[in-house]
């Protein structure tokens, strides 16, 4: 059975909306030669930025795979997968913000990070768990859901912000 894992609501809305409140008022400030030029600037760079936060992770009896899209790869980033019977160990490496994250192992050395900005993160590491036959409980958002949760907030606010300031 294929089961699917989405990036995790907060962390696109934070993304999202962070760009919103940054990018928002230009448009309006900018120019009257750059006018059309920014609204349409603003239009693709929101559409960038809605398709690079659209990865997604599929799991089923036999692999675990990563899927990006075609704009994310364009920046870089790669499709994986792994056969479950190919990882042999799961490393946990620090970051410098006291958190950790973590890499798939495969029996050639290759390293595959284990997304950890998934929607039902602990059904994801249950099935990590049951395939791999390894001991991974210590794995969870690589930041506390607040951090997200206060960004896209704060982004809201000042997005309410410029808007007020607009049209006053």
Partial sequence: MI????TLFFV??????LY???TFPIPFISNEKLKIFSIITFVFGFFLIINITND???????KI?????????????????????DIKL???LPTSQG???YYFISNKNESFLVPQRVENL???????????????????YISPLWTYKLLTYLSILMIIGEIIAFTI
């Fill in 3 to 6: 089961e699917k894992f989405k």
């Fill in 12 to 17: 696109k809305s934070s993304l999202i909306s």
């Fill in 20 to 22: 919103l409140a940054l």
């Fill in 56 to 62: 997604y992770v599929n799991t089923c009896d036999k």
């Fill in 65 to 85: 795979s990563y899927k990006t899209s075609f704009i994310s790869k364009i920046f870089g980033k790669k499709d994986w997968e792994i056969f479950w019977k």
């Fill in 90 to 92: 799961i490393k946990s």
């Fill in 99 to 101: 958190s950790n994250v």
């Fill in 122 to 140: 602990e059904r994801f590491v249950s099935i990590i768990e049951e395939k791999t036959k390894l001991d991974i409980d210590e794995i969870s």
